[in-house]
């Protein structure tokens, strides 16, 4: 059973920051950890950002050059450090992960994302 973890996510001004973190539950030799998506109310979901291990950073254009994603490859863990966020950042945050053996895709329970004016 494979479970992403989510954390980080909160209610915060318009120009702070949050961290969000996932950590999976198996190794990274097992599910490759990707990165994250955002859907807020009414709208689909969307690329926010990924680096897949071995992977190079992939952003939104929305989000470039505020958002910066890191990997802990020991930890299977993602990182997301959201700078100088913006109300339209306002969503509910998802981790994507995928499975080597078959390239199932998983995805966390999400974590809420706040920015007030």
């Known amino acids: 059973q494979v479970r992403l973890v989510e954390s980080g996510g909160g209610l915060v001004q318009a120009g702070g920051s949050l961290r969000l973190s996932c950590a999976a539950s198996?190794?990274?030799?097992?599910?490759?950890?990707k990165g994250w998506y955002r859907q807020a109310p009414g709208k689909q979901r969307e690329l926010v950002a990924v680096m897949p291990s071995g992977g190079n950073a992939n952003y939104a254009d929305s989000v470039k050059g505020r958002f910066t994603i890191s990997r802990d490859n020991a930890k299977n863990t993602v990182y997301l450090q959201m700078n100088n966020l913006k109300t339209a950042d306002t969503a509910v945050y998802y981790c994507n992960a995928q499975s080597r053996r078959d390239r199932t895709d998983y995805w966390g329970q999400g974590t809420q994302v706040t920015v007030s004016s």
């Open positions: 198996q190794s990274i030799f097992s599910i490759n950890v």
